[in-house]
């Protein structure tokens, strides 16, 4: 089997910021088109735009990989057979082939000043012209060229586009696309500090790295027959192309951070799982078919193909996404792995002590208390107000929330006291058992079990939302429930 008959595809950022969630989702079509057919899914930095490189930003993409389990084939901390993966190590490979394009006539020297190019640009603006390079450069003699370098000018490397006819490539989104090599002008090749754009290295990089498609975002499509061009100007079969649909915000606008967080760590942070997060993304441009929105990994491999991607913008919708994180926390993840994923938000939150779980003594109570909070979880992050009253030795809040409607402070304290008493015999501390003997004392005190429920959920949980009553005072447990209730008591005697 050649390298052609293996799918290799690949994922290639540029390290100049936080990995967005339009990038992300380009990852991740990759990875499941790769991993669809068997084949290589490459990850390839691409950091020769030095003005731009952010520190920290290689690390951001890795680890949002990483997170998503993204895991690539060949790439940086990976070993393989077309390295090195960063493109700032590959400069000489491109300064060659760039000189040799010059030297068979395909490419030429352009000298041009930016301050020249920029009033070239203007000029054009005022005629309403599409904005391009002029060629001026184009047809400089090599007397010229040779009188150039002496004076000491560093110039950019462009490819001769012709001037004429028209260049095709098959989309396998969006089918055939024709552009019209006239509104085509002569792109940069190698910049004057001896970089290469994006589009030399792209082109040579996904040649050498025997990349059989590219998959990237719908704004390449008007640089896609430029490369066609270069690859035939090198000498280079083109791989397949597959053209993203955009993300849209909920406006229909593209999605930026004037919408909310683009970033794929904020929502790490934020609590969503990255089960939820590779099964929303996915659908973000696909779709298996009219009904089926949750997809375990396997079934998301097994099921895409580019056919079915839709070419027009996808939709971003947090609402959405939300819900399918929800949905997740609840009927996917077994208790004790959301458990273990809770725990770092809670150990943020000074709730529970530094630890794996398995080094945390807290971790059985916890793994009780999910049961109880999880179905009021859209995030991660949530746990901790959620649950807080469950690890808090102190509760503070206004005595007066103990009182309910058509009670006073003090039938509210004889509620309490009766409670307690009910309660302290009581050895079969179960939620049955609990039931058993506070609804029948509400009666008897006359009244509504809701009055005396709701006194007793604020006296326990500081709060009027919580779980049920005699869920969380069986996870809470004798000695803790019925001191809160005792503490409650003294709240209102003190008022």
């Not at 190590?89 to 491109?94: A, P």
């Not at 939302?465 to 996870?475: D, I, K």
Request: glycine share 6%; proline share 6%; hydrophobic share 40%.
């Amino acid at each position: 089997m050649s390298d052609r008959d293996t799918v290799r595809v690949r994922f290639a950022p540029s390290p100049t910021g936080t990995p967005h969630i339009g990038n992300i989702r380009t990852a991740l079509f990759n990875w499941l088109f790769a991993r669809h057919h068997g084949g290589k899914f490459v990850l390839r930095i691409e950091d020769t735009d030095v003005a731009r490189r952010v520190p920290g930003a290689v690390e951001s993409i890795l680890d949002a990989l990483r997170w998503l389990g993204l895991q690539w084939d060949e790439g940086p901390e990976v070993d393989g057979p077309y390295g090195p993966y960063y493109q700032s190590l590959r400069l000489d490979l491109y300064q060659s082939l760039a000189e040799r394009l010059v030297a068979e006539g395909k490419a030429y020297y352009c000298f041009c000043t930016q301050e020249r190019l920029t009033e070239m640009r203007k000029e054009q603006e005022a005629r309403k012209e599409p904005p391009g390079y002029d060629r001026l450069c184009r047809t400089l003699s090599e007397a010229d060229v040779q009188a150039c370098f002496e004076k000491g000018l560093k110039p950019v490397v462009r490819l001769k586009v012709p001037l004429e006819g028209e260049t095709s490539f098959h989309d396998l989104i969006r089918g055939e696309i024709t552009f019209a090599n006239a509104v085509l002008d002569d792109l940069v090749l190698l910049k004057s500090d001896g970089y290469p754009t994006y589009h030399l290295a792209n082109v040579i990089d996904d040649h050498y790295m025997n990349i059989t498609h590219v998959m990237r975002a719908e704004e390449w499509i008007p640089s896609t027959p430029r490369h066609i061009l270069l690859y035939k100007a090198l000498g280079f079969e083109p791989p397949i192309f597959a053209h993203l649909p955009i993300i849209l915000a909920p406006d229909r606008s593209k999605l930026s951070k004037r919408h909310g967080a683009t970033d794929t760590g904020w929502y790490r942070e934020q609590g969503y799982l990255p089960e939820a997060m590779v099964n929303y993304m996915a659908l973000l441009g696909w779709a298996y078919d009219e009904k089926q929105e949750i997809f375990t990994i396997p079934e998301l491999i097994e099921k895409f193909e580019l056919g079915k991607v839709n070419p027009t913008g996808a939709v971003f919708s947090k609402d959405k996404l939300d819900w399918m994180n929800a949905y997740y926390i609840n009927h996917v993840v077994g208790v004790e792995e959301l458990a273990a994923r809770c725990l770092p938000f809670l150990q943020n939150a000074g709730l529970v002590a530094p630890g794996s779980p398995a080094d945390v003594r807290e971790f059985p109570y916890l793994l009780s208390i999910v049961p109880l909070i999880k179905e009021r979880m859209k995030l991660l992050s949530e746990v901790a107000d959620l649950t807080d009253f469950f690890f808090l030795d102190d509760l503070h809040y206004d005595p007066l929330a103990l009182v309910q409607k058509k009670m006073t402070p003090e039938s509210t304290l004889a509620a309490l006291e009766s409670a307690e008493q009910a309660l302290l015999p009581l050895r079969d501390w179960k939620e049955e058992a609990l039931e058993g003997t506070l609804r029948p004392l509400a009666e008897n005190l006359g009244l509504k079990p809701g009055q005396l429920f709701m006194t007793l959920r604020v006296a326990i949980t500081g709060r009027t939302v919580s779980p049920g009553l005699f869920e969380t005072m069986e996870v809470l447990g004798r000695q803790r429930t019925l001191l809160r209730v005792a503490r409650a008591a003294d709240a209102l005697r003190n008022m």
